[in-house]
């Protein structure tokens, strides 16, 4: 099994949205066993309700705009209203289209992670941590998942994250201790796992 790596909520949305070749390559790597991929399973959670959420706020910026714009098209004396209309129609449909296709590629990668990663159940075990699990308790809790994971294996680990939140005093602190690094690019994660791989023939 090769080195351990951690990601977390935006690995999840960013693969799901596309964003960075990179992160596909790494999800490569867990799936041929060159490194070992962890999830903290509330970050499943958190992409979830996020998604769920950003949908909900856009169908409700869309609904009123629906019955205006077909309003707006029944004009019989301006052909350039009609046009209007017709467009416009056809932009909400292909944002309504779109939104749900974000959907489902969101639980494609989530039944592509459940296959690869290690899930972490949540850790709470810590009073140290409660203000942060009063200013962002996804934060708080994902950091000391990972870190009592990492602790007990007792190797130093990856956390990919490019959430500035995890900069905070006290989860920067809880990470450093547990031997966690965190790396903000999934390019450089991949750089570090080449940089650290033995050659052919030898071992790490």
């Not at 949908?55 to 098209?73: D, I, K």
């Not at 009063?134 to 934060?139: A, E, H, I, V």
């Not at 956390?159 to 006290?170: C, K, V």
């Amino acid at each position: 099994m090769g080195r351990r790596v951690y990601v977390e909520t935006n690995f999840i949305i960013a693969v799901a949205n596309g964003e960075h070749e990179a992160n596909d390559k790494i999800l490569d790597a867990a799936q041929d066993a060159s490194i070992d991929l962890a999830l903290p399973q509330i970050c499943i959670d958190e992409a979830l309700s996020a998604s769920i959420k950003d949908r909900a706020r856009m169908q409700t910026f869309l609904a009123p705009l629906r019955p205006e714009v077909r309003e707006y098209g029944r004009s019989r004396q301006s052909p350039t209203s009609r046009a209007a209309s017709s467009r416009l129609q056809s932009a909400i449909l292909a944002i309504d289209k779109a939104d749900g296709e974000r959907l489902r590629r969101l639980k494609t990668t989530l039944s592509r992670l459940v296959k690869l990663a290690k899930l972490l159940p949540a850790s709470l075990s810590d009073i140290a941590i409660q203000d942060e699990l009063l200013r962002d308790p996804y934060d708080a809790i994902i950091a000391k998942t990972v870190a009592d994971e990492n602790k007990a294996l007792g190797c130093e680990s990856l956390f990919l994250t490019g959430n500035d939140d995890f900069d905070s005093e006290s989860l920067r602190t809880l990470l450093v201790d547990s031997k966690v690094r965190r790396v903000h690019h999934p390019e450089k994660v991949l750089a570090m796992l080449r940089s650290t791989a033995p050659e052919a023939g030898g071992s790490e």
